[in-house]
């Protein structure tokens, strides 16, 4: 009954992919032409000769409306074009190349501020309001304290200018390369983790039937792992949606700073140089990473709390 | 989601596996290795003894290069690397003058308008396929064809049809280019063009394996496909990472190139490129931050590096709007006022010149004009400047208010202010910042309906002021001040059509003297290139143009051998 | 899956405090929020946060009024200057010479600013939508969650920079922007509680006793959501605060010659060693403002959780 429910609820989501992709590609085709400026916009002007020649092979003569179905009969096969920018590669090829690098620095980055984040906000939690409570928390609010642009540079002096462990920035898949980058992405999200899971585990912890597993007499550690730790993680779960799908792609920051070769900036290069495909082409996939993500957090947290039942009709 | 990171984190450990085990993160702060001390032989080459084991150069390159087809490459990151793989029928040295390359020897016509190119006779492309006149024939052509598309190719407007075959009214075949022999060809233009020469050594006019085009069609720039003939091949190509070129061996200077390999770094954010420099993974930096030029003189004296470079920066009047319509004197005011001392003393720090006029000096012997106020003190000029800012009607009590108009950058943003605050000191003036992102800001220049004063500045692709002075021509594509002037323009036809050299210089001086008598713009300064160069990096020498080609560097070794060479 | 029978043995995961206050309100109406503040005071650190928050709006609403610098005055014997007593520019100056201290109280009232309201924006949309969509379900849930997903996989630096691009920059732009992307993440995380709320006892019995929909959402599932929505609300102002530096380092924030934390902390981020005061003291601001937020936001919480005395 209840997994019927969740496997209706996963297909209706899935079909309803497809609406969302329309609304999605109809805004931010409309939206990136409405701007001001085009992709053969430059300091340097080109002979109308030539101007005419490149409009003609965009198509970017013909008009508007024409060009966004064509642009949807184009996306219908999977294909996102060349882009006007890089005009060696298709948009496929940079998103080949680029989300891999963004989905590992995304994912370990959640992963590192999940594990600590809890555990933190457990700990603070356990010592409410004690002195521990405090500089725990404490530490951990640096990281949204702080901006990255600050952080970054930061451990950049210290790790790498002055020290020489790791390597200033780059991309080349070794692990060296990976940790600055994500420990500074992690520290924010540990931050509002362990701030999320301190406030819904203080108020777990002081509900009736954690009282009463207490009053049954089972030790702490037991009460908070098998009865605490699930509920009170409920409103991280919902915050790990949007934060995952954040972190994986707008990273810019980031991205920016240890020159990684992620989706991010891809997609701010692009917006600024009008390159309309591959502007598309990011934001639509981005599109889809989110949807799926979402997904996911609500089956996440349909398991984790019982009280929800998708098969009821109001 | 976890999965797959798995998934990925496994291939990141084979990936770093399979590498070269670079672990080498480079010289940390503090223990920085001097260079011996360079020995040249008699023939002008390194001693062998002084070389660093590893000819190995890393380049920070700016902006991830667009593309790596030389035709259609624009953009100063791609072409960098262009020059590296490829060579044209003439080519640049490493101070800039230009050599001949592809070709020996050349005729030029008594009109100047015929250039006759003789080729050396052992060419050959990377792959060991002869390389003759007719592949230069098929680059230029490709490069002007419509069906390639390319913006660069404006570059070759010069060339006898190249307008006409680019509408499409004619085919590649009538443009001004003959294959005489196997080892001949000629270029018919369709006036005389001092800087032509010039432009034979930029990537548009480079040639291109004709088989290789034509068989793997827009893949052929590709690591793995692409076939040059310059100093270097392609080998590695990660967008955004890195793109590795290493020794053509089978270049026909190859005997004297020394390094073995040029690893060209992608760094958009100065500071994070700076850091980089600094921990030992980069010996060439693209550009350095603007305010840090005390601290970096005070601690890298000797990796610092300035040097003048062919660009100005200069605010610009819209001349079709008010205020500034048919107020000249209102224009000097503001011309005058602005102190441009102190905006290169203290806002762009880096050793730029305050320039009176829209021509660099230091151009193919152009020496620019220099109007009366140059010599002037500063309160001289804001006194003036006050008496002509009360000629066109404005005072403290009606004090004028403008809008500066410029393109996100840190540096446009000091310059607007430190002028809106010189303009406020010295006459009262109200000005307001507009910051605009690039495109935005370049399609309100264009349009001309919003702007006032905006900024602008001008890097020349060629040696030659002409490409300054052109685009202040009635209707062309980039005046964006609205100016127009018949004097001018006839000056400029004039120039088109003059062979003499010392008099086409006298006219574009005449040009430019009647532009500046006109108050179109408000010179600022002349820029400078600024790097950080790692100090075991010779061979190279500063220039106008900021090229540098990496076939004539070389790294010396450490003097310090024991703590300080690299391990490999 | 985890077997029912043993999820099964979890009870309540939150009670319904005011269902007691709502039925005895005639009686003793004032408690509630007059308890809360009276908890508030004990707690040190959210007090001495109050406190310094206090000061820091007064001194950004004052202080420029006091000093004897002009935010955008150009001091050019004094540029990129140490502090010094002797000049007067206590917090030393930037690269064109204005003086720091000015210009990071300047920029204190364009962050507080944007921070208030981009934050009040989001809490009123996001609060709403969500309960409405949790608290309805079905249908009506799946179109309101459909919508935000869609608004949701639009990036919001595509939005950002689409509208400075389209409309320019202004700073009700920015507002706007921020709070327009930050309701999404409140109606979701309120969507979430509705759903386990609504399921429980007292909910239930009111629907049985025929309290119809709008008074069950504002009595029974609004004032449940107080201490998740007190915690987010204090970790959205210094959100939308870093925002809008994050918007400030790609050249997006506002315009010269106003200012705000962000851009300020930006501008000496790149001149960390040069010029280290150009960025010590606006981050000392901006971190400090950020701390004293969450530990209001904290005390606030832990304030208006009634169960302690339950």
Known sequence: MKQAGVFRHAAVRLLGLIPTLLVLITIAFFLIRIAPGGPFDAEKVLPPEIRANLDANYHLDEPLLQQYFRYLGQIVTGDFGPSFQYKDWTVNELIARGFPVSATIGGLAMALAFVLGTLIGTFAALKQNSVIDYSVMGVAMLGISIPNFVVAPLLILGTAVYAGWLPAGGWDWSWQRMVLPVVTLALPVVAYIARLTRGSMIEVLHSNYIRTARAKGLPERQVIRRHAFKPAILPVISYMGPATAALITGSVVIERIYSIPGLGSYFVQGALNRDYTLVLGVVIFYGIVIVVLNFIVDLLYAWLNPRIRYDEAQ | ?568 | MKPEAETKGLDLTVEDPFAEVFVEKDVRGRSLWLDAWQRMLKNKAAVVSGVIMLVMVLMVIFGPMLLPWEPDYTDWDNTASPPSMETRHWFGTDAVGRDILVRTLEGGRISLLVGLVATLVSLVIGVSYGAVAGYYGGMTDRVMMRVVDIIYALPFMFFVILLMVVFGRNIVLIFVAIGAVNWLDMARIVRGQTLSLKNTEFVEAARACGVDHRAIILRHIIPNLLGVVMVYVTLTIPQVILVESFLSFLGLGVQEPMSSWGALVNDGAQDMESAPWTLVFPAAFLTVTLYCFNYIGDGMRDALDPKDHL
């Open chain 2, 1 to 568: 989601m976890f999965a797959r990171s798995c998934s990925v984190l496994c291939c990141v450990m084979a990936l770093s596996a399979c590498g070269d085990g670079q672990n080498d993160f480079g010289r940390p702060q503090g223990k920085r290795a001097q260079p011996v001390q360079l020995v040249l032989l008699e023939d002008g080459r390194p001693a062998p003894e002084v070389l660093a084991e590893e000819q190995v150069v890393y380049r920070g390159n700016g902006e991830e290069p667009e593309t790596l087809d030389p035709h259609l490459a624009q953009g100063v990151p791609a072409t960098r690397i262009l020059r590296d793989l490829f060579e044209g029928l003439t080519a640049e040295s490493a101070a800039g003058d230009l050599v001949p390359g592809a070709a020996l020897r050349w005729n030029i016509s008594r009109d100047a308008r015929t250039y006759t190119f003789y080729l050396r006779r052992d060419l050959v492309w990377s792959n060991g396929d002869p390389l003759r006149a007719d592949d230069f024939v098929y680059g230029l052509q490709r490069a002007i064809d419509p069906e390639t598309n390319s913006s660069a190719a404006r570059t070759l407007l010069p060339i006898l049809n190249a307008r006409e075959v680019l509408a499409g009214e004619l085919p590649v075949e009538e443009l001004g280019i003959s294959l005489l022999d196997e080892f001949t060809m000629q270029i018919t233009l369709t006036g005389p063009t001092p800087y032509f020469l010039g432009l034979l050594a930029s990537p548009v006019a480079f040639p291109v394996h004709k088989g290789n085009v034509e068989a793997l069609g827009d893949q052929f720039s590709k690591p793995g496909n692409l076939i040059s003939n310059g100093a270097f091949v392609l080998t590695e190509w990660t967008p955004r990472v890195s793109i590795v070129l290493e020794k053509n061996p089978r270049y026909r200077q190859a005997e004297t190139t020394l390094i073995e390999r040029v690893v060209y770094t992608p760094t958009e954010d100065r500071a994070a490129e700076v850091k980089q420099f600094r921990s030992g993974a980069l010996d060439w930096t693209n550009e350095v931050p603007n305010n840090q030029f005390k601290w970096l003189q005070a601690n890298y004296p000797d990796e610092l590096v300035t040097s003048p470079w062919m660009g100005s920066y200069f605010l610009g009047f819209n001349l079709t709007q008010e205020p500034f319509i048919d107020n000249p004197s209102l224009r000097m005011a503001l011309i005058l006022s602005v102190d441009r001392q102190i905006i290169t003393e203290k806002v762009t720090q880096f050793g730029e010149k305050p320039s009176f006029a829209l021509v660099p000096p230091g151009i193919d012997g152009y020496v620019p004009f220099s109007p009366e106020y140059a010599d002037w003190a500063q309160e001289e000029r804001d006194h003036e400047a006050r008496r002509l800012y009360e000629q066109a009607g404005y005072s403290e009590e009606n004090p004028l208010r403008v809008e500066i108009r410029y393109n996100t950058s840190d540096n446009n943003k000091k310059i607007a202010l430190a002028v809106a605050s010189m303009w406020k000191q010295a006459l009262g003036v109200n000005a307001t910042l507009v910051n605009e992102e690039f495109r935005v800001f370049l399609q309100n220049r264009e349009q001309k309906l919003v702007t006032q004063v905006f900024s602008a500045g001008w890097i020349s692709d060629y040696n030659d002021p002409y490409s300054f002075l052109e685009m202040f021509r009635t209707g062309h594509g980039r005046n964006d001040y609205g100016y127009s002037n018949e004097t001018f323009d006839a000056l400029l036809d004039e120039v088109g059509t003059e062979r003499v050299r010392a008099r086409r210089e006298r006219l574009m001086f005449e040009a430019e003297r009647v532009l500046m008598s006109d108050h179109v713009i408000i010179p600022i300064f002349t820029y400078v290139t600024k790097r950080l160069v790692n100090p075991h990096l010779k061979g190279w020498q500063n220039n106008v143009m900021d090229h540098h080609p990496t076939q004539t560097m070389f790294k010396l070794k450490s003097s310090e051998m024991s703590s300080a060479e690299k391990n490999p």
